[in-house]
């Protein structure tokens, strides 16, 4: 069974950075590729950036250049490290995983797509 689990998110003010963490089971290890969605309220989730099996990633036009995905495989993990934090930014963030290959290739993401999902982490941002 694939189990994600987040943590990272908090309140920090505008210009901070939060590096979220999204630990996963050993099942996931061999996903096609991992991603982060955000979800603020009253608004659909969006895909923020992902991540692919051979380390190649991508982002949504808002965050490049402020955030950064990576993945470390000895520790089962996916960071989003996210610099230069604005108000827009806050939302509830989650890391998803995917099995096709299809889905991965697909921009926007289509979260539908996505087979796993974490609980999702909490991030404000003060202006």
């Known amino acids: 069974q694939v189990q994600l689990v987040e943590s990272g998110g908090g309140s920090v003010q505008a210009g901070g950075s939060l590096r979220l963490s999204c630990t996963y089971s050993e099942a996931a290890y061999s996903s096609a590729c991992m991603a982060w969605f955000r979800q603020a309220p009253g608004k659909v989730y969006e895909g923020v950036a992902l991540i692919d099996s051979a380390g190649t990633t991508r982002y949504e036009d808002s965050v490049k250049g402020r955030f950064t995905i990576s993945r470390d495989y000895t520790m089962n993990t996916l960071f989003l490290q996210m610099n230069g934090l604005a108000p827009d930014d806050a939302a509830m963030y989650y890391c998803?995983?995917?099995?096709?290959?299809?889905?991965?290739?697909?921009?926007?993401?289509?979260?539908?797509?996505?087979?796993?999902w974490g609980q999702g982490t909490q991030v404000t941002v003060s202006s």
């Open positions: 998803a995983a995917a099995t096709t290959t299809s889905t991965c290739v697909q921009w926007p993401l289509m979260p539908t797509r996505f087979n796993y």
